[in-house]
């Protein structure tokens, strides 16, 4: 099946080219479904590695004991080594296996899971209102960077940076970021490297004023907790740290994006919000599932053996189709159906086994606050999403609010 007759419309739609290509396609999700139905696992010669797409078999790779997260040739991005950039990414817990990052796992889970509700919330709709200013509707500069500063500024004010300096963080977690990304040109590597080094200097003046007794931030919390696990060095507590705000950066502002263009498709769910905002947490939980910002992550293969049935050889990656497996209708009956009211919701988008997402609560609630104001300050929803875009990314649907 190469087209797909979208709900509503008499055109078609071609299927994306490939499953990569498929995250910044308007629809994929028919392809997914067809991923699902024909070829949960597969060889693609033109990519050169295996795409699993079933729920059985997203399960069976994240699960693998074969499975790593980072090629073993290759555990920090060849273009980051030398560089600020490398120190962050080859201590943070999320891209590293082995037992000797078990103690800073469990104190990033432990900080995480310290994190107030009520807090949160109200520093989120803090920091959206801000960010949104006092116009009405907001305008399009603001609405712009909204999306991907509402996170840093949340989640930075968390740890501890001055508010003064929130500007800053944002911008240099936006450059760390982006510089992390294989088809990053060289200008923007090299920018991701001065913006780390940013990022680093600032983290460590935090710690310094934990260790100093002159705060009592999630930074000092984390710190904390990693020294309670086994945990005392230093640039591993700065650098997962930093983690919090990259890896939140993406993710929840895909989720805000997607929110938006899910409630501008399903005026229903729009009006029901409208007249229920405590009903926005169900529908954030939807579109976790319905339109996740995570659509895919990968696998290597550490040695030869099985994954999901199927025989590989070592150093062969898997790209794994979390967003296609949220669909597999073995895992939700009615996968294509958007259903804020769903029961027992299940999905991959947040991974599963030992480097599934501890995170999922913050971005949701982050992205709740700012989609909640986002309706308040009197923005038009189906505007927004009318001429929606994709930012370029392998990995991440973030739908950009213009």
């Known amino acids: 099946m190469e087209r797909q007759e979208k709900e509503g419309e008499k055109t078609t739609m071609p299927f994306p080219p490939d499953p990569i290509a498929a995250v910044i396609h308007p629809d994929p999700y028919p392809y ?100 949104l200013g006092e116009s009405q509707p907001p305008t399009t500069s603001r609405l712009q960077d909204f999306a991907f500063h509402l996170p840093v500024y949340v989640i930075a004010s968390m740890l501890g940076v001055p508010q003064e ?16 990304a294989p088809s990053s040109p060289p200008s923007q590597v090299k920018q991701g490297k001065i913006a780390s080094r940013h990022l680093l200097d600032l983290f460590r003046a935090l710690l310094r004023r934990h260790q100093a007794g002159l705060d009592q931030s999630l930074l000092a919390g984390l710190a904390w907790e990693a020294r309670r696990a086994g945990c005392e060095e230093t640039e ?10 990259s890896q939140a950066y993406e993710a929840t502002a895909g989720l805000i994006g997607n929110t938006v263009v899910a409630l501008a498709s399903h005026r229903n769910v729009r009006e029901q919000v409208a007249a229920d905002p405590g ?79 501890p995170g999922k609560t913050l971005a949701a609630l982050i992205a709740q606050t700012g989609v909640e104001q986002l309706m308040a300050s009197g923005a038009d929803l189906e505007q927004l999403a ?12 973030i739908a950009l609010l213009l």
């Open 32 to 131: 997914y479904a067809d991923l699902v139905a024909n070829k949960p696992i597969y060889r693609d010669e033109t990519l050169g590695l295996w795409v699993a797409s079933s729920a059985a078999v997203v399960r069976a790779v994240l699960t693998s004991d074969l499975c790593r997260v980072r090629p073993l040739n290759e555990p920090i991005p060849k273009a980051l080594l030398g560089s600020p950039a490398a120190s962050i990414f080859g201590h943070l817990v999320r891209w590293n296996d082995g037992e000797q990052h078990g103690p800073c796992k469990q104190a990033v889970q432990a900080c995480l899971q310290s994190i107030e509700e009520r807090s949160t919330v109200e520093l989120g709709r803090t920091w959206a209102r801000f960010l």
């Open 236 to 245: 591993v507590i700065v650098a997962n740290g930093i983690g919090f705000l």
């Open 279 to 357: 009903l926005l947490r169900l529908v954030i939980e939807e579109v976790l599932r319905y339109d996740p910002p995570a659509q895919n992550t990968r696998r290597y293969l550490a040695q030869n053996g099985q994954v999901a049935g199927q025989a590989m050889r070592e150093g062969d990656s898997i790209l794994v189709m979390l967003a296609a497996a949220n669909r597999d209708p073995s895992l939700n009956p009615h996968p294509e159906r958007f259903d804020i009211q769903r029961k027992d919701r299940r999905m991959f988008t947040l991974g599963a086994g030992p480097h599934s997402c």
């Open 165 to 180: 300096e929130l500007h800053h963080t944002a911008v240099w977690v936006s450059e760390y970021v982006s510089g992390l």
């Open 386 to 397: 009318a001429t929606v875009v994709y930012r370029p990314s392998a990995a991440v649907r």
